[in-house]
């Protein structure tokens, strides 16, 4: 798998807050900062030759967007979807939550083009809206498919904040060892959640398990009995004296920041975000019949 710039991913965090700043401080669904982060995406996308689909969802009297890129070849019968939310909540720019996830899953979907890949699962990624209230673009997507079209999606791999200021690195815990009390989730989770875990084990820095409980867009996927899996560096919760040890930092909220309007450009870990864009970058690569050199 290819090394990830964390600086390309940064540039799109960059423009994700340039997008936000000049639409009165946010990307949120209903506000013209949200289709102006779509069509930065999709024109990326676009130029990088993939075949993007922009869908409508109504909600909350307002029109949503989710953004659907098809990289062209694989078996599409078994296809593998990567998806991060777009979308901001109203009080600011939601730069981790969740410009870090859509920016690194796009620098992926960009290094597969550059690459030239061809893998022999279908890939195809997703930018979701209105996650902020209430998961419901990934549920008009999952919703839309025939039943036919959810068995053709046989993994699905969720990035909703992967740069915590103070990060930890939880995996979503597919397989139920942590006993997070929540899994397990359809059977291949577990095989994702090992896949992450890999690359974790090759650079030497420990995992743990979080809540596989539908609190991001991979719930209506599970709920569809679709494998899935993802990481999160934190949001609200605080980092314990124990996690202080385990991965630096302090003893305080993964992200002070989480849903307020200091969730800005400045709200970061570059570290945890290069890591997890090169996660990702792994996990695509492996799940999807392609090489397997990890990266650092
Ligand atoms: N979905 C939450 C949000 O956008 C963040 C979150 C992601 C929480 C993953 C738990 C696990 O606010
Ligand atoms: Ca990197
Ligand atoms: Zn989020
Ligand atoms: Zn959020
Ligand atoms: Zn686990």
Redesign the pocket.
């Known amino acids: 798998a290819p090394d990830i710039s964390v600086t390309a991913v940064k540039a799109h965090l960059t423009q994700l807050q340039s997008i936000a700043t000049a639409n009165g401080g946010n990307r949120a669904h209903g506000r013209p900062g949200y289709l102006a982060s779509v069509t930065y995406v999709k024109g990326l996308l676009d130029a990088a030759g993939y075949t993007t689909t922009q869908q409508s969802f109504t909600y909350n009297g307002a029109t949503g967007y989710n953004l659907i890129a098809d990289w062209p070849g694989g078996n599409t019968s078994n296809t593998l979807m990567i998806g991060a939310h777009l979308d901001s909540?109203t009080a600011g720019p939601?730069i981790n939550?969740?410009g870090s996830g859509s920016a690194a899953n796009l620098e992926v979907a960009l290094a597969v083009a550059r690459a030239g890949y061809q893998p022999t699962r279908h890939l195809r990624f997703g930018w979701w809206g209105a996650?902020?209230l209430g998961l419901r673009g990934s549920t008009a997507y999952v919703n839309s498919l025939t039943t036919a079209q959810k068995s053709a999606i046989t993994g699905y791999l969720n990035f909703d904040m992967v740069g915590s200021p103070n990060p930890g690195y939880f995996l979503y815990d597919g397989d139920n060892s942590d006993n997070t009390g929540s899994g397990p989730g359809p059977a291949g989770s577990a095989l994702i959640e090992q896949t992450l875990a890999d690359y974790y084990a090759t650079i030497g820095v420990p995992t743990r398990g979080t809540d596989f409980d539908g609190r991001s867009d991979y719930g209506p996927f599970i709920a569809a009995g679709i494998p899935a899996g993802g990481i999160f560096t934190g949001a609200e919760g605080r980092k314990t004296a124990a996690q202080v040890t385990l991965w630096g930092g302090t003893a305080a909220a993964f992200d002070p920041c989480?849903?307020a309007s200091c969730d800005t450009i400045s709200n970061i870990n570059d570290t945890a975000l290069d890591r997890n864009s090169d996660a990702i970058a792994y996990a695509v690569w492996t799940l999807s019949g392609g090489g397997t050199t990890p990266t650092t």
Do not use: K, L
């Open positions: 909540v939601g939550d969740n996650e902020e989480y849903h």
